[in-house]
């Protein structure tokens, strides 16, 4: 009965069009009511203290820095380094968007922003080149949902707090299979157009590949100072979102010099706003996080999962299809938020390793940014690309269904997880 009353009264609210943040809200009064809990300083204070995370701090921070990425050169120069490298083979513009997406991953975070930066890039570049529009939307939509994946990663941070997880750990567990989703939609891309009779772009000349190296070598310098900071401890990942803003900042404005103290004021309102909705919907979900502590809704669920326990890689299969139906219908913040106070428990009864579910839960959460009808970053490539959302469902499917491969891949063999971050976690 509890779990249908907080789950009904959940559905019910979005159905009728409340916003996610305020449906957490009205679930977390209807549980209380029912556990007979109802309080409105408990409310009150379960907010506040949803909010007052040094961890989450990493939130705003990254977003700053995806945003001045983006207006300040630093993402212009990462496309145009990887045309240079790879723009020349056939087909080369797809691995331009593969491989530009894997460094902007590893700048930003931030699957929306990289995926509006290469849209607005790329996509012109390559309709007008010969290939199918749609099918390069859909190249471009999942290149772009490697960046929660691949460190710094603001989808790793929510769940690293919410689920109590080591955030640094799950930002050198998530490389090799960011990487893995990489090459899986190359892979697809050769597949796809291997009966495509596209001129790709001349190749770049060893001066010019020179010029392009010499350009992107400040914006390629921010991922190293993150990695190699995290990996050797000099800097929480809090402080790595800092340092990530502040880089990107001095770089945008005294090397290419290609942002202004006037535009400053319209990024610092863009990041504002992002990050507002996001710590609004922590804020409103720790609410429900307590109660469902309180109401001991995890017990409840590994009884439902009972004949799943004793097989750690079928309950998994269990939770990432959950997972994949639930993706289809919210998006990647709330998902996590919700179901993580649920799932967590469930995953260390049954011996689970924590780091190593919150890669796949992360992974399976950042494809759903482009499952329809609700993806995220569908809609954010079918408004910069000007192209309808039928369009841009139909060119994404082979790469989503390729993504969900290396999903189950990594359920099925874990050590793929495990063993680079023994490596890379020292």
């Known amino acids: 009965m509890t779990v249908a009353i907080f789950l009904g009264s959940l559905l019910l609210a979005m159905a009728i069009g409340i916003p996610i943040a305020y449906a957490l809200l009205l679930s977390g009064v209807a549980l209380m009511w029912h556990l007979d809990l109802f309080d409105a300083q408990i409310l009150a204070q379960n907010v506040i203290n949803g909010a007052d995370s040094f961890p989450l701090l990493a939130v705003p921070f990254f977003m700053l820095a995806g945003e001045i990425m983006n207006v300040g050169g630093l993402s212009r120069r990462i496309v145009k380094l990887a045309l240079a490298l790879v723009g020349h083979i056939p087909g080369g513009l797809g691995y331009v968007v593969i491989m530009?997406?894997?460094?902007?991953?590893?700048?930003?975070?931030?699957?929306?922003?990289?995926?509006?930066?290469?849209?607005?890039?790329?996509?012109?570049?390559?309709?007008?080149?010969?290939?199918?529009?749609?099918?390069?939307?859909?190249?471009?939509?999942s290149a772009g949902v490697i960046g929660p994946i691949i460190p710094p990663s603001i989808g790793f941070v929510i769940f690293g707090v919410a689920a109590n997880v080591s955030i640094s750990k799950l930002f050198l567990a998530g490389i090799f299979p960011g990487l893995l989703l990489a090459v899986s939609l190359a892979v697809t891309w050769w597949w796809l157009g291997r009966r495509e009779n596209v001129m790709p772009p001349p190749r770049a000349t060893r001066a010019e590949l020179k010029v392009a190296l010499r350009e992107a070598a400040w914006a390629l310098g921010l991922p190293i100072i993150i990695l190699v900071g995290l990996r050797m401890g000099v800097f929480t990942p809090t402080e790595a979102a800092v340092v990530a803003a502040m880089y990107a900042l001095v770089v945008s404005m005294a090397v290419y010099r290609e942002l202004s103290w006037r535009q400053l004021v319209g990024i610092f309102q863009a990041a504002a706003r992002t990050s507002a909705v996001i710590m609004f919907l922590v804020a409103a979900a720790m609410v429900s996080a307590w109660l469902i502590t309180v109401a001991d809704l995890p017990s409840k669920v590994i009884g439902m999962l009972e004949p799943f326990m004793g097989n750690p890689t079928l309950l998994l299969?269990?939770?990432?299809?959950?997972?994949?139906?639930?993706?289809?219908?919210?998006?990647?913040?709330?998902?996590?938020?919700?179901?993580?106070?649920?799932?967590?428990?469930?995953?260390?009864?049954a011996g689970i390793d924590p780091v190593y579910f919150g890669v796949l839960f992360i992974i399976n959460n950042s494809i759903g940014l482009i499952t329809p009808p609700v993806g995220t970053v569908l809609n954010v490539v079918a408004g910069v690309g000007r192209i309808s959302m039928g369009q841009v469902t139909r060119g994404v499917m082979p790469f989503m269904l390729a993504q969900f491969v290396v999903m189950f891949l990594l359920v099925a063999f874990p050590s793929l997880v495990t063993v680079p971050l023994r490596w890379l976690g020292g």
């Open 100 to 141: 530009a997406a894997v460094i902007l991953s590893a700048v930003s975070g931030s699957a929306v922003a990289d995926a509006a930066a290469l849209t607005s890039l790329l996509l012109p570049m390559m309709v007008v080149a010969g290939h199918s529009k749609e099918r390069s939307a859909g190249l471009i939509a």
């Open 317 to 349: 299969v269990a939770i990432m299809v959950l997972v994949m139906v639930v993706g289809t219908a919210m998006d990647m913040t709330p998902t996590i938020l919700i179901m993580t106070p649920v799932l967590m428990p469930v995953v260390k009864a």
